[in-house]
């Protein structure tokens, strides 16, 4: 779900408020310690970002948000991050957050990893300061994949790393073996049917263990700019089956 351009946190999408209470209050987002709100134009995206400005920061950091977030969620640990010297940018990839794109059906894994490489090069244009990406959750996966395409980063931090061509690894990502291997499968061998569906996020990961709080879980996971965002089952299937090819090594 998302409002299109225009749209925005600090005035008229307010669900993150929510989650204040639960960080400590030198990390809480405010209205003291607000991101600034920018929008990137590629192609057909139009992708919302937070940015966490320091005007003489060493290096940049690249905050990229997983299958249940989006850009604003993380903004307590980015403040923490501009507290220590560290400008941080933090991106909503489509469908999540406030990012939308007039062309739906062509929201893939891909095409995530592109819309990254493109705010790298942006970034680097900008300012030149270092870029390092830091990716939570499958958003770690992501920013690997993306620091092999992009070949422009000084630095990557990762919280997860899944290598999604295992049958064992799909099982711990989905709910149940049965939406993991015949889910999977029906996606793969009918993917001209099954990639336009929407699904929410909630149905195909095991989203209820996001957090160690329940009242928390149940925050992100009714989010409708988070995991209560439906997605297409053709992001799902070529993130499952995305290779990273012999280049890997190049990391």
């Not at 830091?134 to 994949?145: K, N």
């Amino acid at each position: 779900m998302n409002t299109g351009e225009g749209s925005s946190y600090n005035q008229s999408v307010t669900y993150w408020k929510q989650y204040q209470k639960f960080f400590p209050d030198d990390m809480q987002i405010n209205a003291d310690h607000l991101p600034a709100e920018e929008w990137m134009t590629w192609n057909n995206a139009y992708i919302h970002l937070d940015r966490m400005p320091v005007l003489d920061a060493p290096l940049k950091i690249l905050f990229i948000h997983g299958a249940g977030g989006n850009g604003r969620l993380l903004a307590p640990y980015a403040r923490m991050l501009q507290t220590y010297g560290y400008e941080v940018v933090s991106p909503d990839l489509p469908p999540y957050g406030l990012s939308y794109t007039h062309s739906v059906n062509s929201v893939d894994y891909q095409l995530w990893i592109d819309i990254l490489v493109e705010l790298i090069d942006q970034e680097l244009s900008r300012d030149g300061k270092p870029v390092i990406l830091l990716g939570s959750s499958i958003g770690g996966m992501l920013a690997y994949h993306t620091a092999v395409q992009s070949k422009r980063v000084k630095g990557l931090i990762a919280t997860t790393f899944v290598d999604t061509s295992d049958p064992k690894v799909r099982d711990q990502l989905a709910p149940n073996k049965l939406i993991s291997r015949l889910g999977g499968w029906c996606m793969n061998q009918f993917p001209t049917l099954t990639d336009t569906m929407q699904i929410s996020v909630n149905k195909v990961s095991r989203m209820k263990w996001i957090t160690n709080n329940a009242e928390l879980t149940r925050l992100i996971m009714n989010d409708p700019h988070a995991a209560g965002t439906r997605i297409l089952l053709r992001l799902l299937r070529t993130f499952l089956i995305y290779e990273t090819g012999p280049e890997t090594s190049a990391v």
